[in-house]
């Protein structure tokens, strides 16, 4: 297979991404030349939801619940890899299943070490 029929494959896809680029770009400029321009007081007030807002957004969050919060996001993108493995796991043949095996021993030993650290605690000691 020559290079060109293999450019000539991915044509579709690059057409596609400088379309949507160029319409990103087009509408951002668009956008930001075309637009009023009023700044008032009124208009750069924070607006949530029709209620008017009260004291300072800027009150400090307990470090626990960032912590939290990236903890499970990155258990939820690990256990998202394992979709693919499920899907086609009698395909991999044993090989494929000592993969998975050793990469959810490594999510759990990464699990008990967060949990050795205390970092799931919630009290306020």
């Known amino acids: 297979m020559?290079?060109?029929?293999?450019?000539?494959?991915?044509?579709?896809?690059?057409?596609?991404?400088?379309?949507?680029?160029?319409?990103?770009?087009?509408?951002?400029?668009?956008?930001?030349?075309?637009?009023?321009?009023?700044?008032?007081?009124?208009?750069?007030?924070?607006?949530?939801?029709?209620?008017?807002?009260?004291?300072?957004?800027?009150?400090?969050?307990s470090v626990k619940y960032f912590l939290a919060a990236i903890l499970f996001v990155l258990f939820d993108v690990e256990v998202i890899f394992m979709y693919p493995w499920a899907v086609d796991f009698r395909n991999l043949g044993s090989l494929g299943f000592i993969e998975m095996v050793s990469y959810m021993a490594v999510l759990?030993?990464?699990?008990?070490?967060?949990?050795?650290?205390?970092?799931l605690k919630w009290d306020t000691d």
Not at 31 to 37: A, C, D, K, Q, V
């Open 2 to 61: 020559n290079s060109t029929g293999t450019l000539m494959q991915y044509l579709p896809i690059i057409i596609t991404v400088l379309v949507a680029g160029g319409f990103v770009t087009l509408t951002m400029f668009a956008t930001h030349f075309l637009g009023p321009r009023r700044h008032t007081k009124v208009k750069l007030e924070t607006f949530e939801c029709g209620i008017e807002s009260q004291g300072n957004a800027r009150i400090p969050f």
């Open 108 to 119: 759990l030993i990464g699990f008990l070490y967060i949990l050795k650290k205390g970092a």
